[in-house]
């Protein structure tokens, strides 16, 4: 499984051409919309801070029932995935980010 997480202002859409080619190559490929864009619900504007972000991730994947995954993401989502695997680094088995992260990840 891969999960694809978008950058701030984004929509899972921006992933459509890479989810097409790892699902043409035989992944399983998730990109959801990140709480608070596109379709997603929106949240208390204190809600939006990265460890919240990277709490509801965990949630996210938890429900899913993943054991092992990759994480590809860029600006904002590759930030969020950056803290997810600090936070939670079992499972994950490859993280890529398709441009910088945004901020800086301590």
């Not at 997603?40 to 460890?51: A, G, K, M, Q, R």
Request: charge should be negative.
């Amino acid at each position: 499984m891969v999960l694809l997480l978008h950058g701030l202002f984004a929509q899972k859409e921006q992933w459509y051409a890479v989810l097409c080619a790892l699902a043409a190559a035989g992944f399983d490929v998730l990109a959801p919309d990140l709480p608070g864009f596109s379709q997603s619900t929106d949240f208390p504007i204190t809600d939006y801070d990265l460890e919240h972000q990277v709490d509801l991730l965990h949630r996210f994947i938890g429900g899913l029932g993943l054991r092992e995954f990759a994480l590809a993401a860029n600006a904002m989502g590759g930030t969020i995935a950056a803290l997810y695997v600090q936070r939670h680094p079992q499972g994950v088995r490859r993280l890529a980010f398709v441009g910088p992260p945004l901020g800086v990840v301590n």
